[in-house]
């Protein structure tokens, strides 16, 4: 076995330590003592894990307008911790997929829990080789379908390239190279902040590697729902059949929000990636359901997405460049000019899940028995 191979198995395995015997999850779903048991025990045998855990739960419990008012919040946490030791499934995606309502086994069993996302995507990418790790690598590499400026900020040499990119562009969007859920993601406005360009740069360049990207403007088209950038992120699994392009969804921020992403306070929906529309329950990170969005009222259900035969071709001609990349979430703008790539992530959670309300846990099975993955795995009693 290689040495990726090797490094992959630890990951999984780093990651599955924390489940209980498929006995013990029957166990505990057929007895809440039996379950309050099994919980006492693997949060006493996994305590860094479980106090994260524990804190997300109640804030979950505290925070979701789903869950105000009942009686049985001390059960719930219970369950909530009980779904994680049994299936992985994190607090907020026990509040997404209404695993208050559902206690049954099989029904909890459909999903692709956040531990059974991040396994396969170990399995799938080598994540020793993966161009996406970096966003400046990845800027690099597809440049070409981005439609904009960047400049990389690694050292002191990048100076002369970011006064340049900063003269052309002094309204620009600050990242993180490496980053995820919109963590560190601003806009700048170099002139309007007073900065003084060569302070703002050293500030920048001790505090990492960055990526600075002249600030998209998107299409009037997409604007109807909310000036912040509304993006779609839309999955795409390179099988031995070919590259597939099975789910997506759509998001957008809330007013006066920069940001679109879900776990900024913005809202989203699934697409039907085959018909370019958007369909299924409007969601934020709370589990709150709406008809239309909550700021501009425009209706998601069945919206159609412009060009959308571009944005699949996009996807299909960038995939081509990093063919090592099996799976990738494409993060897509719409703008005058066409879809362009806001960013890529080597995997991207599976939130069309909950905006559709049904697991894809069987299609992920098939997707994986036709993929070379890095090592076999699949999530046959899980």
């Known amino acids: 076995m290689c040495i990726h191979s090797l490094c992959t198995w630890g990951k999984i395995h780093q990651l599955e330590a924390i489940y209980l015997k498929p006995e013990e999850v029957s166990e505990g779903e057929n007895s809440f003592i039996r379950k309050e048991q099994l919980v006492e025990e693997s949060c006493r045998k996994h305590q860094k894990r479980s106090s994260r855990i524990k804190k997300a739960a109640d804030k979950a419990l505290n925070t979701s307008p789903l869950l105000k008012g009942r009686d049985d919040l001390e059960q719930l946490r219970t369950d909530i911790l009980f779904c994680y030791f049994a299936y992985g499934y994190v607090p907020e995606e026990y509040v997404f997929y209404h695993f208050y309502d559902h206690r049954d086994e099989a029904y ?39 439609g904009r400026d960047a400049v990389a900020v690694r050292s002191q040499s990048d100076f002369d390239a970011f006064s340049r990119f900063i003269k052309e562009h002094p309204v620009f969007v600050e990242k993180p190279a490496i980053s995820s859920m919109g963590k560190g993601v601003r806009l700048v406005n170099i002139q309007k902040e007073s900065v003084d360009p060569k302070k703002y740069f050293d500030n920048l360049e001790r505090g990492g590697v960055w990526l600075l990207e002249q600030e998209i403007k998107q299409s009037s088209i997409m604007s109807v729902f909310n000036n912040s950038v ?90 081509e460049i990093v063919p090592e990349v099996k799976f990738s979430s494409w993060d897509l703008a719409y703008t005058d000019h066409g879809w362009v790539i806001v960013e890529v992530n080597p995997s991207g959670q599976f939130l069309w899940q909950a905006s559709m309300q049904k697991g894809c846990k069987e299609e992920i099975k098939d997707i994986m028995g036709r993929m070379e993955l890095v090592v076999s795995f699949g999530l046959e009693g899980r």
């Open 108 to 146: 909890r069993r459909t999903y692709v829990s956040e531990i059974e996302r991040l396994c396969c995507r170990y399995a799938m990418n080598d994540f020793t080789e993966s161009s996406f790790s970096d966003k400046t690598v990845e800027y690099d590499t597809l440049k070409a379908f981005y």
């Open 230 to 319: 509304n993006t779609c992120r839309v999955a795409s699994f390179r099988t031995k059949d070919g590259l597939e392009i099975p789910w997506g969804f759509f998001r957008t921020g809330r007013k006066g929000s920069f940001a679109d992403n879900a776990h900024l306070g913005g809202v989203y929906a699934a697409i039907d990636t085959k018909k370019g529309i958007i369909c299924g329950k409007v969601m934020d990170s709370h589990g709150s359901e709406y008809a239309a969005h909550p700021d501009s009222g425009a209706i998601f259900e069945n919206f159609a997405l412009p060009d959308w035969k571009q944005a699949l071709d996009l996807i299909r001609k960038a995939a």
